[in-house]
């Protein structure tokens, strides 16, 4: 979704990454020998994306099919990937690729058959460019099935310069401080947060983030894989966290009604637009592509952002996400479509979506001269030297029924809490129920 996407910082405190500047390295695993060996030859590859990152993503697929001769087809499947996909494998028209934005839908895939392992070109570019994390997170009973070809990072808050300074205010570096800052720029004329209430799995973000930092790594990841219970009292807790900021009419662009009408895009164009509302959007990195391309800002200028703040005295939260690309058995070019994940496996692949902007890689052998602004450049870096610390997308290690589904589990559960925050510990209860069928526990 964009989701999850499917995220930034600039100083980076909370993950200070490293993204080597080494060498792109050869795309030996592409190579056709100077012809065009897959010509006639149609990739179809479906995903979540839409708008700019469709846009983008296309200069990828152009850019493999300048290379190879094949051709692509891309096909947007909306959030609902899972049923979406397998409603086409039943049909008899399974899509080559799949980009998967959640572990617990890869994992999905992979248990019940739908995936072909990845090459050993492919396995070979991953173990050279990408901390082991994001293999651990592409396989299922130690077989790598999915190559993460775009990262987020979703511990960022998007804020409007022009706006703190009419305010007076400056970044925070708590969540107290940050809920401070938003009264000073509500005072001044603007609602402090844009919140996109319309798509669950932003809420979902704000609940992670929260969390990890409330509460440490590993409840984070006793939550994730369901071994703690959701009525736990640290996520009670968490969940009164957040409620304090979706009751603040202050607070909340339009209050909670509004906030639950406001897609991911219109939540930055309420910061970002050319009639601004609001002076900060949480959300990851993607929030630079969409106010760049849509709105003609200038990223470090004109939009700029704050890693999310520590809460409670814990340490600032690092939450990534990211994109997996999987080749499904019943595709029709089996072989065009693993010639299609070894060329994402390369850096020159990846190079070319950093240029365009919005789009962050996990692999260390992008240079950071690939990404066209320094705040990308210091996400980038943040992102990779976070190495194994980083912990994934909470919803999306959880079964699709749970963590990834419009109008049901966690999204559609938080967006009744945004609409009445007034019973955290009722709305744990009502998560841990829908967890729990999802899990079969």
């Known amino acids: 979704m ?16 490293t993204l080597g500047a080494t060498a792109c390295g050869g795309n030996d695993a592409v190579s056709d020998g100077g012809g065009k060996a897959l010509s006639g030859q149609t990739v179809t590859v479906a995903g979540v994306w839409s708008g700019t990152e469709q846009k983008n993503f296309q200069k990828v697929l152009d850019a493999f099919s300048a290379k190879t001769g094949a051709k692509t087809q891309f096909v947007s499947t909306g959030d609902n990937v899972s049923t979406v996909v397998g409603s086409k494998i039943e049909g008899g028209n399974a899509p080559d690729v799949v980009m ?49 070809f775009k990262a987020a990072h979703k511990s960022t808050v998007w804020y ?8 007076g205010v400056k970044p925070p570096t708590s969540y107290d401080d940050m809920l401070k800052v938003g009264h000073t720029i509500s005072d001044s004329g603007l609602s402090a947060f844009s919140i996109a209430g319309q798509d669950g799995w932003t809420l979902t973000d704000w609940f992670e983030n929260i969390y990890l930092s409330q509460t440490g790594p590993e409840k984070y990841d006793a939550l994730a894989a369901h ?3 959701w009525t736990d009292a640290s996520v009670v807790k968490a969940l009164g966290t957040l409620g304090k900021l979706f009751k603040d009419k202050e607070l909340v662009a339009g209050g909670q009604k509004e906030a639950l009408n406001t897609d991911f895009p219109s939540s930055v164009e309420k910061v970002f637009g050319p009639k601004p ?31 999310f703040p520590a809460v409670d005295g814990g340490t600032a939260p690092v939450v990534s996400g990211g994109d997996a690309a999987v080749l499904l058995k019943d595709g029709k070019n089996a072989k065009a479509g693993m010639k299609l994940l070894e060329y994402l496996a390369t850096p020159e692949a990846s190079a070319v979506w950093a240029k365009a902007g919005g789009y962050l890689s996990p692999n260390k052998n992008l240079p950071l001269s690939s990404y066209s602004d320094d705040v990308t450049r210091a996400t980038a870096k943040s992102l990779v030297d976070a190495g194994d610390s980083v912990r994934f997308d909470m919803s999306d290690q959880a079964p699709a029924a749970f963590g990834g589904t419009k109008g049901a589990g966690e999204w559609k559960l938080l967006q009744d809490f945004l609409r009445d925050p007034s019973d955290p510990k009722g709305t744990a209860a009502k998560l841990e129920a829908a967890a729990a069928k999802a899990y079969k526990d």
């Not at 003609?296 to 200028?301: A, D, L, N, R, W």
């Open 277 to 307: 509302d609001a002076g900060m959007v949480y959300e990851g990195d993607f929030v630079a592509g969409v106010a760049h391309d849509q709105f003609k800002k200038t990223i470090g200028q004109d939009a700029n952002f704050f890693p």
């Open 100 to 148: 998967v934005p959640q572990v617990g839908v890869l994992q999905q895939f992979a248990k019940q058959g739908w995936l072909t392992p990845l090459s050993a070109a492919t396995q070979k570019s991953v173990d050279a460019g990408y901390a082991p994390v994001w293999k651990k997170y592409g396989s299922v009973d130690g077989t790598l099935y999915g190559l993460y």
């Open 160 to 167: 409007s310069p022009d706006a703190f300074t009419q305010a």
């Open 2 to 17: 964009m989701r999850r996407r499917t995220t930034l910082l600039t100083s980076c405190t909370a993950l200070t990454l």
């Open 227 to 229: 071994q703690l219970k």
